[in-house]
Structures are given as C-alpha cells and as structure tokens.
C-alpha cells in the first residue's frame, strides 16, 4: 500500500507564489509518472501537470509558462511551484503517484484571491 502525504498550498494573492510537494512511502517497487491534478467548487478533476521517471514533463495550457512540476526519484517526491497565481487557479490540488495503479493524495486547498 502507497501512502502519500501532501504539503503546501494555503492563501495567496493573485500574483503570488505557492510551492506544494507530495511524497510518498510505503509498499513501493518502483514510481512511474506523478503529477498534480485540480478540482474547483462544480467543476470535474483536471489535470495541471506531470512528468515521467525520466523527467519528461506535460502541462494543462491554463498552467503553462506559470507552474513548474519537479520530482526527486529518491525521496519519492513531486513537486509543484505555482507562480504568477490567478483566481481561477482556486482549487483542491491532488497529487497523483502511478504505481501498478494510481495513488491519490488526500488533497491541499489553494485559494487565490483578487
């Protein structure tokens, strides 16, 4: 079993900067992709960003040129920092650990505020 404990997020003004990291421990054999996925109040999950083992990574186009995803493959750690906020990136932000299934971390607000 894969636990992962999420940390960061909180309240910033628009403009401002949040830096969230989730890490995993537990039964692992090896880490696939992580990635960062969003839900705001009404709307559906969305993906934000991911990357690969080897560091390839893949963003939403609402994210891009804003947030930068980042991993330490021997801490089993993701990372996202969120600069150049804006209030519609408002959301419960959830980490994602591909193991030989998905893992989700428990979720960690961000609230942007105008």
């Known amino acids: 079993q894969v636990q992962l404990v999420e940390s960061g997020g909180g309240l910033v003004q628009a403009g401002g900067s949040l830096g969230l990291s989730c890490a995993a421990s537990?039964?692992?054999?090896?880490?696939?992709?992580m990635g960062w996925y969003r839900q705001a109040p009404g709307k559906q999950r969305e993906l934000v960003a991911t990357?690969?083992?080897?560091?390839?990574?893949n963003y939403a186009d609402s994210v891009k040129g804003r947030f930068t995803i980042s991993r330490d493959n021997v801490k089993n750690t993701v990372y996202l920092q969120m600069n150049s906020l804006k209030p519609e990136d408002t959301a419960v932000y959830y980490c994602?650990?591909?193991?030989?299934?998905?893992?989700w971390g428990q979720g960690t607000q961000v609230t942007v505020s105008s």
């Open positions: 537990g039964s692992i054999f090896r880490i696939n992709t």
């Open positions: 990357i690969t083992r080897g560091g390839n990574t």
């Open positions: 994602n650990v591909e193991t030989i299934v998905h893992n």
